[in-house]
């Protein structure tokens, strides 16, 4: 079994007290959560917070990496022609973080990685604004890029995230839930406004 670290951290100074009442789960000051694993050099976290794509960087560098792949996906400001305002990202955080885990793990062994680290942001995301932060490193970057996207559609279409699209002009409550991989009546396959 790897050796495993998870931490929470203490509440912000700002956190508002409504939020007391919330689930654990969905409680901002219980984030960020992170997971690493030292010996697969694996790093994970669920944010409230901007994510900061040279930490994830930092986190995968080895002197064995001829390749570090930086993933960014960010809010566009449109989606089916419509004005987006922003998104809205909610987890069952101790369930994602074992997905990601898993996914993490499955792509470090099928790919040869010498580290990894997948974040994601939780709560509102703004036009321009990162949601999720994928970070590989391997030997060589035939092997880096193709793990950095197979890593992408797996957290897509596995990690417990959902997302709220928010549009322009719309009243205060109303938007569209939708999976991270969203398909249309036909059963096909589109994708969302972000990644």
């Excluded at 992170?34 to 560098?61: Q, V």
């Excluded at 897509?156 to 322009?168: G, P, Q, S, V, Y």
């Amino acid at each position: 079994m790897p050796n495993l670290t998870s931490t929470i951290a203490n509440p912000p100074p700002e956190a508002d007290p409504a939020s007391e009442s919330l689930p654990a789960h969905l409680n901002p000051a219980n984030y960020p959560q992170t997971r690493h694993l030292p010996d697969s050099n694996i790093y994970l976290e669920l944010t409230y917070g901007p994510l900061n794509p040279s930490k994830h960087l930092a986190h995968i560098r080895s002197p064995r990496a001829g390749a570090n792949v930086l993933f960014l996906g960010t809010t566009r400001s449109t989606f089916d022609n419509r004005p987006v305002a922003r998104l809205t990202y909610t987890s069952y955080a101790p369930l994602a973080l074992r997905t990601l885990e898993k996914i993490a793990l499955d792509a470090v062994a099928k790919h040869g990685l010498l580290g990894i680290s997948i974040a994601h942001r939780l709560g509102e995301v703004a036009v321009e604004e990162e949601s999720i932060a994928i970070a590989v490193s391997a030997g060589h970057r035939g092997a880096a890029w193709k793990a950095g996207e197979e890593v992408l559609e797996e957290c897509k279409a596995k990690a417990e995230i959902w997302k709220r699209e928010e549009f322009e002009g719309e009243r205060e409550g109303e938007g569209e839930w939708r999976a991270n991989r969203d398909t249309d009546a036909g059963g096909n396959i589109v994708r969302g406004n972000e990644r």
